[in-house]
């Protein structure tokens, strides 16, 4: 496994509890999930023209909780799910269009309900933090939130626990005459063969494996305590 982040450790620990041995090469840089919102959100983000896309989102949040429960017991750690809601509001005049308009597009994903509109003032007693422009909006209950980087170290303890080998930083993949692959070189010199590589290094995927054509894109989160 190549990568330390949300979904190499995720692989790593289940992989790792059905009986594999799992070796984990990482650079031990901050993997994106440190900085990330950890929305389960598969209904505010619905876009007109995804709705495979959409299926897929929904059946993983609602997958989520379950996921949470498993992890606690595995790590030892509390819960990272966070079943808060979100509120999808006009912060100005110009996006009650958008807004309802998105309304509309949740109420057309199958199975879904038609959110019910919610004036500005409804929606500052759900969120007192809501700011006097806010003329009005919806509410998603259904939707939820996971703590990335509680799950991190959830994740690192549940595949420690299972015996998973963390070494450095993968350097490059091992091919034979054929070109497949058959394990990894990792930084200092280190050469470790194995029957599956599984890349899951984000965006550094195509330093490995140039085929793979991922690049980063900056993204900003603003963490507000009480």
Do not use: Y
Not at 37 to 61: F, I, K, Q, Y
Not at 160 to 182: I, M, Y
């Amino acid at each position: 496994m190549v990568g330390a982040g949300a979904w190499g450790l995720s692989a790593a620990w289940m992989l790792a509890e059905d009986g594999a041995r799992v070796v984990l090469a990482d650079d031990g840089r901050p993997s994106a999930a440190d900085v990330a919102a950890g929305m389960l959100a598969p209904w505010s983000e619905a876009e007109d023209g995804e709705d495979a896309l959409n299926a897929v989102m929904r059946r993983a949040a609602d997958a989520w909780p379950a996921f949470a429960a498993r992890l606690a017991e595995a790590s030892g750690h509390p819960s990272v799910h966070v079943p808060c809601g979100t509120l999808l509001v006009c912060a100005r005049p110009e996006d009650l269009g958008r807004v309802r308009h998105h309304g509309g597009v949740i109420a057309r994903r199958p199975g879904a309900a038609a959110p019910a509109w919610l004036t500005g003032g409804a929606l500052r007693d759900m969120e007192p933090g809501l700011g006097p422009d806010v003329a009005g909006g919806f509410a998603l209950p259904g939707e939820h939130q996971a703590d990335a980087r509680a799950m991190l170290a959830a994740l690192r303890a549940a595949a420690q626990a299972r015996g998973v080998r963390l070494v450095g930083a993968a350097e490059a993949l091992l091919r034979d005459r054929d070109g497949r692959v058959t394990g990894i070189a990792t930084v200092g010199g280190g050469r470790i063969a194995c029957g599956t590589v599984v890349l899951a290094a984000g965006w550094a995927c195509s330093g490995l494996a140039p085929s793979v054509a991922v690049r980063p894109v900056k993204g900003e989160v603003l963490v507000l305590g009480p």
